[in-house]
Each structure stands twice: as C-alpha cells, then as structure tokens.
C-alpha cells in the first residue's frame, strides 16, 4: 500500500514559481510511475506530467503541453518525494493539485494510477 502526502501548495502572483512535494511511503519508490495532475473548479481533473522508471535511476517525463516549459518533475530517491517546480504561473493554473502512484504501469491518463494523495490548493492571482 502506497500513501502520499503533498504540500506546497499556497496562492501566489501571475508569473511566480511554487514547489510542490509529495511524499510516498510504502511501495518501493523508485519503481513507482508517478504523475501529478489538477482540478479546476468545475472542470474534470487533468494530467500535468507524469514520471515512469526505465531503469537504473533513470526516468522518463511527460508533461502536458500547457505546462510544458515552465513545470519540472524531480524525484529524490532518499526522501522518497517527488516534486512539481511550477515556473511563469498563470491564473488558469489555479486548481487542486494531486499527486498519484501506480505500480507496474505508466499513463497520462487517470484510471492508471492506484494510489491518490489529498491534493493541494494552487491558486494564482491576476
């Protein structure tokens, strides 16, 4: 069983970074496909990028084109956290934000992911 817990997430000015954090436990860390996606109020939640393990520390990434250039996804093996750096915010990036886990398969889709952390705010200001 795999639990996740975010945090950083906050409001802040048009054109302003946030990092947001997402500790796992359980599982084996390494290996989990990670993804983070986000709700906006009345719309259904969507990816934002999302990490598989290929092997040997090394990961590939995707990211959804609205975010593509100005988020970063990290992971830090030893604190089992991975990260979301969010770069140039902009107003309709204001949603919650969730991380997720899978084990043994990787999408951009949501039906992928088993495991859900309780999400946390964004909100960015005009």
């Known amino acids: 069983q795999v639990q996740l817990v975010e945090s950083g997430g906050g409001l802040v000015q048009a054109g302003s970074s946030l990092r947001l954090s997402c500790v796992s436990s359980?599982?084996?860390?390494?290996?989990?496909?990670m993804g983070w996606f986000r709700q906006a109020p009345g719309k259904e939640r969507e990816f934002v990028a999302g990490?598989?393990?290929?092997?040997?520390?090394?990961?590939?990434?995707d990211y959804a084109d609205s975010v593509k250039g100005r988020f970063t996804v990290s992971r830090s093996i030893a604190d089992s956290t991975l990260y979301l750096q969010m770069n140039s915010l902009k107003p309709e990036d204001t949603a919650v934000y969730y991380c997720?886990?899978?084990?043994?398969?990787?999408?951009?889709?949501?039906?992928?992911?088993?495991?859900w952390g309780q999400g946390t705010q964004v909100t960015v200001s005009s």
């Open positions: 990490q598989r393990w290929i092997g040997s520390n090394v990961y590939s990434t």
């Open positions: 359980g599982g084996t860390f390494s290996k989990l496909s």
């Open positions: 997720a886990a899978a084990q043994d398969r990787y999408g951009t889709t949501e039906g992928i992911y088993e495991y």
